[in-house]
């Protein structure tokens, strides 16, 4: 039996893709979820995909910040290591609710850390985001940028990983491994688990591909006069699958004794525009994606992407895939899933 690993937020869109890799690795993976923003369907998905692996993978439907259910939990297994993507993610939702933002990820995350201490489970991997770089003053953004954040939810990512160097500085014992998320989209390409997010979608990807499904009239192109190819944003999209296979690189990087706390970037390297999205969208799909433009949305950068030169180095990890396989992936999961994992919402 390979290594227990702790996936908090694993029925959510990252997590179920690395619960997955996880699996199909030789892991044991034991998913903790409070199934806010999932659906216990993504779970069920994965034990399909994983076939054989399947029952190396549990699943408890637990908030984060009910200590006795982690306390309960850590009680019973030994883990080796827990990966954390447990956590609220709407940049508007955080300007409005910063209370809930606060409490949801920093106080779930402090809980985590105090009973992995108790516990004497001491190696982490965190899901950062590129949000920490803010509108960055020159790209590629590299991991020594200085951080700062625009809005409540970039600022849970900031603290925590302050929170997570401070743990380290008090005991050497830590081996902590903080992964700055570019912009992950796609899905996997079975077309099985995807993207399902609650609501109105906050990021381009899933409000392009609702659009394709016939779900949304059109996409808002929030600003066309920024310094960029065709006046749109530009940012580092990254496959999800790239993304999960970031994460089983970290984990045996945790292995290595020389490591403390430390930083990766885990994006392509390459910056694609909004229009250049939608583009290769569309030529994936066959399906014509209407645009209306409209000015600046508040707190976005203008161009945004990753030197990916650290985690080539010290992860041994690459991205292996482009946005046409991105596009590809996401429409098979798209058109297999138009309503995600649930059923069409009522009609109004
Ligand atoms: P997601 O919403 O699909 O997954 C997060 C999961 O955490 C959900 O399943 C949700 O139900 C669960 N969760 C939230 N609060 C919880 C709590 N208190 N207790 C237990 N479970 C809880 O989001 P995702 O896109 O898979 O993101 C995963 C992580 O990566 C998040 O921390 C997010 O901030 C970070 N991240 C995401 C992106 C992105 O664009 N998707 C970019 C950078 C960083
Ligand atoms: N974007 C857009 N319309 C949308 C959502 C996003 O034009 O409905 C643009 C946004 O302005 C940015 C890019 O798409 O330039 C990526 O936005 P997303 O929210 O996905 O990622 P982030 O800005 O957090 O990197």
């Known amino acids: 039996m390979g290594e227990k690993i702790l996936v908090s937020g694993g029925a959510g869109y990252i997590g179920s893709h690395t619960v997955l890799q996880l699996l199909l690795g030789g892991y044991e993976t034991v998913v903790i979820d409070n199934l806010d923003n999932s659906s216990v369907v993504a779970i069920d998905r994965v034990r399909f995909l994983a076939a054989q692996y399947a029952p190396n993978l549990s699943f408890h439907q637990v908030d984060l910040r009910d200590k006795p259910a982690l306390e309960k939990l850590f009680a019973s297994e030994k883990f080796d290591a827990v990966i954390h993507f447990a956590g609220l993610k709407a940049v508007g939702e955080s300007v409005h609710k910063p209370l809930l933002y606060y409490d949801n990820n920093i106080i779930g995350t402090i809980y985590l850390l105090e009973v992995m ?3 004497g489970c001491k190696k982490l991997v965190f899901s950062s985001s590129a949000t920490v770089y803010g509108w960055p003053k020159e790209v590629p953004c590299t991991e020594d940028f200085p951080i700062n ?3 409540p939810y ?3 990512k900031l603290f925590i990983e302050e929170i997570c160097r401070d743990v380290y500085q008090s005991d050497s014992e830590w081996k902590v491994i903080l992964l700055r998320y570019f912009n992950p989209v796609g899905a996997h390409p079975s077309g099985d688990i995807g993207e399902d997010p609650h609501g109105t ?4 990807m899933p409000f392009v591909q609702q659009v394709a499904v016939g779900r949304r009239p059109a996409l808002t192109v929030f600003g066309t006069d920024y310094n960029t190819v065709d006046g749109t944003g530009v940012r580092d999209y990254i496959h999800v699958v790239d993304l999960a296979e970031g994460h089983s690189a970290a984990l045996r990087k945790l292995a290595d004794p020389s490591i403390g706390c430390e930083v990766y970037n885990l994006g392509t390297g390459k910056g694609t525009s909004v229009l250049e999205m939608v583009a290769a969208f569309e ?3 066959g399906k014509k994606i209407p645009l209306v433009k409209a000015g600046r949305r508040a707190g976005d950068a203008e161009i945004v992407y990753a030197s990916t030169d650290k985690a080539e180095r ?3 990890w690459k991205a292996k895939y482009g946005i046409e396989e991105m596009c590809r992936d996401q429409w098979k999961w798209a058109s297999k899933n138009p309503y995600g994992y ?3 919402e009522p009609a109004t």
């Open 149 to 151: 954040a625009l809005n």
């Open 154 to 156: 970039g600022r849970t």
């Open 314 to 316: 010290e992860l041994n």
């Open 117 to 119: 201490a108790a516990h």
């Open 342 to 344: 649930g059923s069409p």
């Open 283 to 285: 030529k994936a799909s």
């Open 201 to 204: 979608p906050n990021n381009l």
